[in-house]
Each structure stands twice: as C-alpha cells, then as structure tokens.
C-alpha cells in the first residue's frame, strides 16, 4: 500500500544534541511538508518542498533543517538551536499543482 | 496573525446529532479550503475539500458549506456517531494556477459524540 512512512515514532533529545526525523513515501508525489503540531495549535509549517534539491522556509523555520536529495525522502534535523523542541512532528506529501496534502503518523519528539 | 480562524474548540453531541464547526478566513485569495479529521496519536486525514466556486458540497454524511461573501465556511456532520470523535482542522491555501500551495491550519476542534 502507498503512504507516508515517519520513523521512529518516539524520539528523545538530550540537550544540545540534534535529531533526525525520518520521512518516506510512496505515492510518487513531487511535494513534501513538514508541520509541528503543539496541544491547541493547530498545525504549523516549518519547511516545503516542491522538486528534489530545493525546499523553502515555513512560518516557523528557526531551528529546524532539512534536505531533499531524493524524491521520496524529506528528513528533518531539530538542531540545539531549537530551544522548544518538544511537539508532534507530521510529515505531509503532494502531487505537485493539487493542494491536497496527505500525512504520515508523526513522530513525538521529548526532550531528556 | 492567524489568517484562518476555527470554533469551537471543543464539541459535545449526542449520537445522531449534527456537528457543526466553523471556520473563518480573512485572505481573499484563498481558493481551497479542505476539512481534515484526526485521531490521537495519528497523522490527519483529508476528510472533504471544497473550492469557492460552489456553496456546497456533501460527501455522505459530512458537508462542507461555503459562504464567499462573509469569508467563512463550515463543516456539518450529519447522524453523528461515537467514531466521528475526533479533533476536526479546517484549512486554506493558495494554489490554482500558482506555485505556493501552503495550507493554513485552524487551531482545531475537539469533537466528542456521546452514545
């Protein structure tokens, strides 16, 4: 079956230390989005691609990093740089020129 | 600023009530405008989308009501059943014929249906 697969599901930080969050599909979409999703928040994007090798600044970018060095991979790095890190974290993917973005499951980043 | 605002934030039905959440936006250049629906602990899922050319779209028990003028639109759950609890997000983009296609999220609703 085609999805979103995010890994792993729970994720500890210690301080000072960056981590990846992990982001696969395989619907063959050109588009891909990360969102941090806090209680009450709604969901909040911090970064965009659209084609391999590019990706844009969400609303809320401070921290984070990404990559896009293959169509169906879009990993997150939450550098020390983020002081709030803790949230759940949902990958999201596209087809290019239809706005109707499908999601994985997220992963729930804590801090130690 | 938050360009698209949702209420309530949380919703009590009885079984085989209607569910009604509201969304309101203030960018005029919005012209999508999907439903999502999440469980706890899941990713959300697109539940119903609606563009402004149309007032109304139905997708079994679920409506989404769009009202251009007044920049709002709604979501109705028709017959609602103890499954449907869930967290609703409305949202808005920009996307038709352009290359930006950002969704704004609405802070969500938590939906409780009683059996």
């Known amino acids: 079956d085609g999805g979103i697969t995010q890994s792993p599901k729970y994720l500890f930080r210690k301080e000072g230390q960056n981590v990846t969050l992990s982001c696969e599909q395989n619907?063959?979409?050109?588009?891909m989005y990360w969102y941090r999703q806090d209680p009450g928040q709604g969901l909040r994007l911090i970064y965009y691609s659209q084609i391999v090798n590019d990706f844009q600044k969400g609303d809320i970018a401070e921290g984070y990093s990404v990559s896009r060095e293959k169509k169906e991979s879009f990993p997150l790095t939450v550098t020390s740089a983020q002081k709030n890190p803790t949230a759940f974290y949902l990958c999201?993917?596209?087809?290019?020129?239809?706005?109707?973005?499908?999601f994985g499951d997220g992963t729930r980043l804590s801090i130690l | 600023q938050q360009q698209v605002k949702q209420s309530p934030q949380s919703l009590i039905v009885q079984k085989g009530g209607i569910s009604i959440i509201n969304c309101a936006y203030e960018?005029?250049?919005?012209?999508?405008f999907p439903w999502y629906q999440q469980f706890p602990g899941k990713g959300p899922a697109l539940l119903i989308a609606?563009?402004?050319?149309?007032s109304e779209k139905k997708e079994g028990r679920f409506t989404i009501s769009f009202n251009k003028s007044a920049k709002q639109f709604s979501l109705h759950i028709m017959d609602s059943q103890p499954g449907d609890s869930a967290t609703y997000f409305c949202?808005?983009?920009?996307?038709?014929?352009?290359?930006?296609?950002?969704?704004?999220f609405g802070k969500g609703t938590l939906l409780t249906v009683n059996p």
């Open positions: 949202a808005a983009s920009i996307g038709s014929g352009g290359s930006n296609y950002k969704l704004t």
């Open positions: 609606i563009r402004p050319d149309v």
């Open positions: 619907l063959n979409h050109d588009a």
């Open positions: 960018n005029t250049a919005f012209d999508y």
């Open positions: 999201a993917s596209s087809i290019r020129g239809v706005t109707a973005q499908h």
